[in-house]
């Protein structure tokens, strides 16, 4: 590997929003990972740590947000004591793979006190300036790493709509070359991803 690339994003919210955006991102990974067939096997929901930023009063609060924006998804999830980052609480979602083993991929985070820190302001709706809190999020973490585990997980035979060459045209003969490029066209116009194979061998050692 000689780069990694993670999706990160940070959502800036006003507190009353944290609740609905919490909930809107665990449906997104519940959907997500339902696309590639990775079955979530564990969440963890990890609390304030004895070093921490900020007060104890919005650490609670934080901490109530994900609780309930977890139990409204239906998602069963495990308590991490002490194991918040030191700037807010966070949720580990893990997987299992298609041979039951574990990864952990999407983490959910709040941070009460990066906005704090950059002076960030709002304009709330009575017209005064307010700080924000910042979601940080990643649904598929390192997209590398992601990559490697749904090698691993399909044992390389990937669905048709995520494999890098979706149809592949095996000529029987040379007779055949010309019809399969007209074939190979039709495809490629429908934005199906295809190859020929017109090497000089039987059909039995192409397939192979």
Do not use: M
């Amino acid at each position: 590997v000689r780069s990694l690339s993670q999706d990160d994003t940070h959502i800036f919210v006003r507190p009353d929003q944290i609740f609905s955006e919490i909930s809107e991102l665990l449906g997104k990974i519940k959907n997500i990972y339902n696309i590639f067939g990775l079955k979530i096997d564990e969440i963890h929901l990890s609390t304030r740590p004895e070093s921490f930023l900020g007060e104890r009063a919005t650490w609670d609060e934080a901490e109530a947000n994900l609780k309930k924006a977890l139990e409204t998804a239906g998602l069963e999830y495990k308590i991490n004591e002490g194991d918040g980052a030191f700037y807010g609480p966070k949720i580990d979602v893990k997987v299992k793979d298609a041979i039951g083993r574990q990864w952990q991929l999407a983490t959910i985070q709040l941070d009460y006190q990066l906005p704090q820190r950059f002076d960030l302001k709002y304009t709330d709706k009575d017209g005064q300036g307010k700080t924000p809190v910042v979601i940080h999020r990643a649904l598929l973490g390192s997209l590398e790493r992601f990559l490697g585990v749904i090698i691993e997980h399909y044992a390389g035979a990937f669905p048709v709509w995520l494999a890098p060459v979706q149809v592949k045209l095996v000529s029987v003969s040379e007779n055949h070359l010309a019809f399969c490029k007209k074939l190979a066209a039709e495809f490629k116009a429908a934005d199906i991803r295809v190859e020929i194979d017109d090497s000089n061998e039987t059909v039995g050692n192409k397939i192979r």
